[in-house]
């Protein structure tokens, strides 16, 4: 089974094309990122969708494409998931619903979306994110005990930082997540964080650990279901990375970082 690498253009400067230029020479499969006209938005530089198409044939890079529901949530996906697929996506990782909704506000949402998955040509999974539907180990576990076919985006950084800890009693929704997972983004976080300062940096060794065994456990589950599977070292720039006081230089290379993410990523998955 071929694990694909995948690169977010989040925090990435220098024109597209440089970009997706760079992108390609450090072999990565692809890239992930909004729908172009959403770009702005989200990653603070504006694309266009004629370019953006281009560039991807260009370089050969497979695109993940991100969605961010809201208002009518359902309704929000749909228009966003119907444009996602004209771009022949490898998969659509959607930021789903919100933490505030009910469970049965929730579940309506996922009853919706699920039968618009059906009719696409792509694969949706769902992401493990603060804010959203799916921003705990438990709200989770019941979603996907609610929707057997309901996939995820693996970002257990985010759980790292919601349960300020390293989820050693969650084992259970762990378990269930893990065998759901169908595109990781490898972030390290910590137990009062999202992110930390540098995942090869020594003091975070029980950090990175804990997540790369989290990640090994998907591959598998990946692999014997001959399944395809994608990362993403989704590490950000300084609001997410920490910073120094008052000159807000970031405390690490954002690309530096995210190379040496994948090459660990790449270890695990030979």
Same mark, same amino acid.
């Given at each position: ?20 230029? +760079?992108?390609? @020479? ?6 992930? =990122?909004? /729908?172009?006209? &959403? ?90 994110? +603060?804010?959203? @539907? ?6 989770? =576990?019941? /979603?996907?005990? &609610? ?124």
């Amino acid at each position: 089974m071929k694990v694909k690498s995948i690169k977010s253009l989040w925090g990435m400067g220098g024109s597209l094309e440089s970009q997706f230029e +760079r992108i390609a @020479a450090a072999n990565y499969d692809g890239v992930e =990122s909004p /729908l172009p006209n &959403e770009i702005e938005k989200y990653f603070g530089f504006s694309v266009e969708e004629k370019q953006f198409r281009s560039l991807l044939g260009r370089y050969k890079l497979d695109y993940i494409a991100m969605v961010f529901t809201d208002g009518n949530h359902a309704q929000s996906f749909t228009e966003q998931v119907k444009q996602a697929e004209t771009f022949a996506p490898l998969k659509i990782n959607a930021h789903s619903a919100r933490d505030c909704m009910s469970f049965d506000e929730q579940a309506s949402y996922f009853e919706k979306t699920q039968a618009v998955e059906m009719t696409l040509s792509v694969p949706v999974s769902h992401e493990t994110h +603060r804010g959203r @539907a799916m921003f705990t180990p438990w709200t989770t =576990s019941a /979603l996907l005990r &609610e929707f057997p076919d309901l996939k995820i985006t693996a970002d257990f950084s985010h759980w790292v930082c919601v349960c300020e800890s390293l989820l050693e009693d969650q084992q259970e929704h762990l378990d269930l997540a893990i065998r759901r997972a169908r595109h990781i983004h490898a972030r390290v976080g910590f137990a009062q964080g999202p992110q930390v300062g540098h995942p090869a940096a020594p003091e975070y060794t029980l950090e990175l650990n804990m997540h790369m065994d989290w990640w090994k456990r998907i591959i598998q589950v990946n692999a014997e279901a001959g399944t395809e599977l994608t990362f993403t070292p989704e590490f950000g720039p300084p609001g997410y990375m920490p910073a120094l006081p008052f000159t807000k230089q970031p405390v690490a290379d954002l690309w530096d970082m995210c190379l040496w993410m994948k090459g660990e990523c790449d270890r695990i998955t030979k």
